[in-house]
T-cell receptor, first 116, second 111 residues
């Protein structure tokens, strides 16, 4: 099992530019989550999908943020336009309802975003 | 509401010392409890879990017992190693889509 794969690992961009983060969940997992981690706010849930459908996007900070999941093996998180306060580590995680009701999350290694 | 409270770090220990990281929670319903570990530059990894009261989760020498009476899930290890240096997160699971994470406790183990 390759685990959750995120790309890129690091992204440095200038304010105002569009940023796209990518995620490939574990095969067979039906839930996908996007989290943001900062020193000040810890881990924040941005959005999650079930069977490729967005279920709860209440954590998405602003309209500048959008996420898609066109199929079961791929998701993107886009920020347009980016701002310095978006600098953080963005994690993708997946889980499966097959094993148990409270299945653990499997995290990718994250994308460290720096907006200058 | 639902919440998780962890002891503030950093925690600094000498190798082979005993480790306790405190975690308490408030929750409605019957949550599962998790400990995750994050090594530098990596994502969170599941360390152990417990799904009901009095369950003990264990892995790699770490243990935690789900105490409903004290709403706690403290992480313990009898003898830490330098390689255990990481950030540890306590988390509450309220269903497949709803997880509440603590703020994390940084552990530094000195040789």
């Amino acid at each position: 099992d390759a685990g959750v794969i995120q790309s890129p690992r690091h992204e440095v961009t200038e304010m105002g530019q569009e940023v796209t983060l990518r995620c490939k969940p574990i095969s067979g997992h039906d839930y996908l989550f996007w989290y943001r981690q900062t020193m000040m706010r810890g881990l924040e849930l941005l959005i999650y999908f079930n069977n490729n459908v967005p279920i709860d996007d209440s954590g998405m900070p602003e309209d500048r943020f959008s996420a898609k999941m066109p199929n079961a093996s791929f998701s993107t998180l886009k920020i347009q336009p980016s701002e310095p306060r978006d600098s953080a580590v963005y994690f993708c995680a997946s889980s499966s309802t097959e094993s148990s009701y409270n299945s653990p999350l499997h995290f990718g290694n994250g994308t460290r975003l720096t907006v200058t | 509401g639902n919440s998780v409270t962890q002891m503030e770090g950093p925690v600094t220990l000498s190798e082979e010392a005993f480790l306790t990281i405190n975690c308490t929670y408030t929750a409605t319903g019957y949550p599962s409890l998790f400990w995750y570990v994050q090594y530098p530059g990596e994502g969170l990894q599941l360390l152990l879990k417990a799904t009901k009261a009095d369950d003990k989760g264990s892995n790699k020498g770490f243990e935690a017992t789900y105490r409903k009476e004290t709403t706690s899930f403290h992480l313990e290890k009898g003898s830490v190693q330098v390689s255990d240096s990481a950030v540890y997160f306590c988390a509450l699971g309220l269903g497949t889509y709803k997880y509440i994470f603590g703020t994390g406790t940084r552990l530094k183990v000195l040789a």
